[in-house]
């Protein structure tokens, strides 16, 4: 018989951490699972928090009995985690606003629902926005069913950092713009293989977004408005991601970090609705710098 679950309290979770990572969810018990299975393996960043924010039209994810073990396992782990219901549903960037604002922590690590990070992958992160000292740094999401789909052409736009990050303003149209297309089906993948790291090695290379899996400066962040433009865009919106990360790109900079640890689940979307990009709308405000 699984047991109730404590969802903790705000009060309680809230403290000046090094991470927390902020998990967004809906409608998706067993990706979640997965999802937090694969933070409880995280080794090397003692203590992260995780905040998990469920908007299912049903019972939340975190009461499936998979779900639910996972964060038990994690909080015996001596990571604090924190469950809530964000209800009514006001759009993404709302959603990721709340969380933000849940969390005290240095760094946040915006995770979806759907992503699986293998062991190691917080550390990496964690050491490389240390050493690079910009904004955010992201792990680009890997679809293994592309794993034999390989698409040379879009390795050209794989471009590596020599130093530390400096601001960009990246805007569509851009040949920086196109820095998107290596981070679709397995394309980084292929990318890490021709590169050929030593073990323990990574490197920084430049980029216009990171999807699923993204570490921010959690100061840096807010100093460039968060995701607060969420009162700007309609509720039926996706790309909020992509207007927070121009933002911070264009005041601290940001980098991908190879490898990526990061695998997409592959499941079908729980956001159908979604007619409004919210980078566009924020970019014709002039809200990104």
């Not at 902020?22 to 067993?30: D, E, F, G, Q, S």
């Not at 990706?31 to 003692?46: F, K, R, S």
């Not at 992503?115 to 050491?127: F, I, N, Q, S, Y």
């Not at 959690?218 to 969420?230: M, Q, S």
């Amino acid at each position: 018989m699984n047991r109730p679950l404590d969802a903790g309290t705000a009060e309680g979770f809230r403290a000046e951490r090094l991470v927390d990572v902020l998990v967004p969810t809906r409608n998706r018990p067993a990706e979640l699972a997965v999802t937090l299975a694969g933070l409880a393996a995280q080794e090397g960043v003692d203590g992260f928090g995780v905040v998990v924010s469920d908007q299912s039209d049903g019972d939340p994810g975190y009461a499936h009995p998979a779900a639910a073990t996972m964060v038990r396992a994690l909080r015996h782990r001596g990571h604090p985690v924190l469950l809530t219901r964000h209800l009514p549903r006001r759009g993404l960037a709302e959603h990721r606003a709340s969380l933000l604002a849940a969390s005290a922590a240095r760094y946040v690590l915006n995770l979806d629902d759907d992503v699986w990070l293998e062991p190691g992958t917080l550390r990496r992160m964690v050491t490389a926005i240390g050493e690079l000292g910009c904004g955010f740094v992201g792990n680009a999401v890997h679809g293994l069913s592309y794993l034999d789909d390989v698409r040379p052409d879009t390795h050209r736009h794989y471009a590596e950092w020599t130093g530390q990050p400096v601001p960009e303003r990246i805007r569509p149209g851009s040949p920086e713009w196109d820095r998107a297309a290596i981070h679709s089906a397995a394309n980084l993948l292929h990318v890490t293989e021709a590169v050929r790291l030593r073990p323990g090695e990574w490197r920084a290379y430049r980029v216009s977004w990171v999807g699923g899996c993204v570490l921010y400066d959690r100061a840096k962040l807010v100093d460039c408005g968060g995701f607060d433009f969420w009162r700007s865009v309609a509720e039926n919106h996706q790309g909020e991601d992509v207007a927070a990360q121009l933002a911070v790109l264009a005041r601290h900079g940001g980098a991908g970090v190879l490898p990526s640890g990061a695998f997409h689940l592959e499941s079908p979307t729980t956001v159908t609705d979604r007619d409004v990009e919210a980078w566009e709308v924020v970019l014709a405000d002039g809200q990104t710098g």
